[in-house]
Nanobody, 126 residues
Framework: QVQLVESGGGLVQAGGSLRLSCAAS????????MAWFRQAPGKEREFVAA????????AYADSVKGRFTISRNNAKTTAYLQMNSLKPEDTAIYYC???????????????????WGQGTQVTVSS
């Protein structure tokens, strides 16, 4: 089993920045990938960004490309999502997810991830 604990959400004005963290513990492995998804009220959960533990390959949704950056620490225990130039439409609950053996073409698919965090609220005011 793998446990994911998110932190770093909050309230910020449009144009501001936030950094989310997701700490993984338990049966992690070098083949892991971690991702952030978000869900706004009345909308479906959508992919935000992903990173593969091995090699550090990243993927981003078009809506956040150039504003958000996903990274991991060298110990491969924590993933980060640096969010800059935030917009009101970024308001959502952000979920961290993780899974092993996820191929590149599946990084954007929620169904590919086995483990999920509890979510952290991000609110961007206009």
């Amino acid at each position: 089993q793998v446990q994911l604990v998110e932190s770093g959400g909050g309230l910020v004005q449009a144009g501001g920045s936030l950094r989310l963290s997701c700490a993984a513990s338990g049966r992690t492995s070098n083949s892991f990938a971690m991702a952030w998804f978000r869900q706004a009220p009345g909308k479906e959960r959508e992919f935000v960004a992903a990173i593969r533990w091995n090699g550090g390959t990243t993927a981003y949704a078009d809506s956040v490309k150039g504003r958000f950056t996903i990274s991991r620490n060298n110990a491969k225990t924590t993933a980060y999502l640096q969010m800059n130039s935030l917009k009101p439409e970024d308001t959502a609950i952000y979920y961290c997810s993780a899974g092993s053996g996820i191929i590149l073409s599946s990084l954007r698919m929620a169904a590919a991830y086995s483990y999920w965090g509890q979510g952290t609220q991000v609110t961007v005011s206009s």
